[in-house]
């Protein structure tokens, strides 16, 4: 430690205090020289007697008169655990629901069914005309074709890329919420989604497509993992799933002169809003036969919104 000492650059508190390895202690050694300021304040503040001293390595020394060793220590420990930060709470266990793969499989059949009455114009029905969106008359009686709109799509591409986007999502909220919560809020995020891209967009906008939806998932998906998240922290640890699940939206939102991009971002929205409220909010879990009921109800949804659609043609 002798032969050490002559590499040091020291600092002192004390000016009149020399380095004498036998007669002085190290009572801290660590790599800020922040906290070493700290703690030199702190032993400052008890009169004690002591030295800051930076090695040529990068780490920070606080030596003491032996005679003081140990009350520097106990100051020093004293210190550092009035002051540690508390552990953030750990979220509570994630809960899975089995059966996921249930909502994933009806949602792809409904979208390959009305796929197959499109292109066959079952019943002489034009059935992209009885159920698209037409903004102006979304706003006013027809408000079923914020939901009809939802399960058509214009051509193949189009199709499989809601197939897969929104299967993937929707997997994992339903291993989240339960398939039959989790495609409930889904189909509610793209009605909602469809009702304000209406309210905003001229009278005579017209779309198709799940992708609303698709993004309402997102949504959802977004405002899960941020509820989860860490309650403390920086703003940033905090903010940090919004931003991916934004920067996700930018990235897979963005098509060519067809996409409605108003949509996603009014699906995204009020994915997240349902998502932010079903969490803090609603305990569904707590709600006996919850799955069947949600299931049953967006199930109905579907059914009565084509129901008054075709009834119009």
């Not at 210190?79 to 793969?101: I, K, S, T, V």
């Not at 994915?271 to 109905?300: E, M, N, P, T, W």
């Amino acid at each position: 430690m002798g032969s050490a000492s002559a590499r040091y650059g020291a600092t002192s508190e004390t000016k009149d205090m020399a380095w004498n390895p036998d007669e002085q202690v190290i009572v801290w050694r660590g790599g800020s020289e922040r906290d070493c300021a700290e703690l030199s304040l702190v032993l400052t503040a008890r009169g004690i007697e002591h030295r800051r001293i930076a090695d040529g390595s990068g780490f920070f020394l606080l030596v003491v008169p032996a005679a003081d060793a140990r009350r520097a220590g106990d100051e020093i420990r004293a210190y550092r655990a009035e002051h540690a930060a508390a552990p953030p709470p750990m979220p509570p266990p994630l809960r899975e629901h089995a059966g996921a793969w249930t909502g994933v499989a009806a949602y792809a059949s409904v979208l390959m069914l009305f796929a197959i009455l499109t292109e066959q114009a079952v019943l002489g029905v034009d059935w992209r005309r009885a159920g698209m969106l037409i903004a102006g008359d979304v706003i006013g009686s027809e408000w079923w074709r914020a939901i009809t709109a939802l399960t058509l799509h214009s051509d193949t591409v189009h199709l499989a890329s809601n197939l897969a986007f929104g299967g993937f999502f929707g997997f994992f909220l339903g291993r989240y919420f339960g398939p039959g919560v989790a495609w409930l809020a889904i189909l509610l995020a793209g009605f909602i989604g469809n009702a304000l891209n209406a309210a905003i967009q001229p009278a005579d906008h017209r779309s198709i497509g799940a992708s609303t939806a698709v993004f309402g998932a997102l949504g959802l998906l977004t405002a899960y993992t941020w509820r989860r998240g860490p309650g403390h922290g920086s703003l940033r640890a905090r903010l940090a799933p919004i931003v991916a699940g934004i920067a996700l939206l930018a990235f897979t939102g963005t098509g060519g002169e067809q996409t409605d991009i108003f949509a996603h971002l009014t699906g995204f929205a009020a994915g997240f809003g349902l998502g932010a409220l079903l969490l803090h909010k609603l305990d569904v879990s707590r709600v006996r036969y919850a799955q069947a009921i949600a299931g049953a109800v967006a199930i109905g949804l579907l059914a009565v919104s084509w129901v008054l659609a075709l009834a119009v043609v």
